[in-house]
């Protein structure tokens, strides 16, 4: 599952999203949606508005995210809960994570719709059975995942409702 959150530093008196009303926050352009889209949409959940409520800072990736609120560049980031547990637990340290929406389903593999059916499930059940085998574990080893799950379209409704808070098209 992917879970983007709003982080802050350790020392922050920032205990509750409403305290981010007038603060600075960093969030990565549009097309990254644990790092963007989630935390905006779930800011906006609780009464905040970008430009209205708070200043946005738009960063380039979750490190950059992350080492903002470090520096005290800015006062809170929305990142990838996964970046944010890759951090060195020296940096993890100086930051708390304030808030998490609730998480949403990770990486989607699609194919082409013009393939025929049988291929497209063929695909399918080799790409479930990686998690099977140590062979098919230790491909999916590098990137952190365990095996794969088949999506079904409902799965994405949450991600939808995101979307289109932001008035975003997806």
Do not use: C
């Not at 990137?143 to 409902?154: E, P, Q, V």
Request: proline share 8%.
């Amino acid at each position: 599952r992917l879970t983007g959150g709003i982080v802050v530093r350790a020392t922050s008196r920032i205990r509750a999203l409403t305290d981010l009303r007038g603060k600075k926050v960093s969030l990565l352009p549009p097309s990254a949606f644990a790092a963007r889209i989630q935390p905006e949409a779930f800011l906006q959940d609780h009464g905040l508005v970008a430009g209205r409520d708070y200043t946005l800072v738009e960063v380039p990736t979750n490190d950059a995210s992350l080492n903002a609120v470090v520096a005290g560049q800015v006062d809170a980031a929305g990142a990838a809960m996964r970046s944010f547990g890759a951090l060195p637990g020296s940096a993890k340290r100086r930051l708390r994570v304030l808030a998490e929406p609730p998480p949403q389903p990770d990486v989607l593999l699609g194919v082409r719709p013009d393939l025929a059916p049988a291929l497209k499930e063929a695909l399918a059940r080799a790409l479930l059975a990686l998690g099977e085998s140590p062979e098919g574990r230790a491909i999916l080893a590098p990137i952190g995942w365990k095996k794969l799950l088949r999506a079904r379209d409902a799965d994405y409704d949450v991600t939808r409702a995101f979307a289109r808070k932001l008035g975003l098209a997806y």
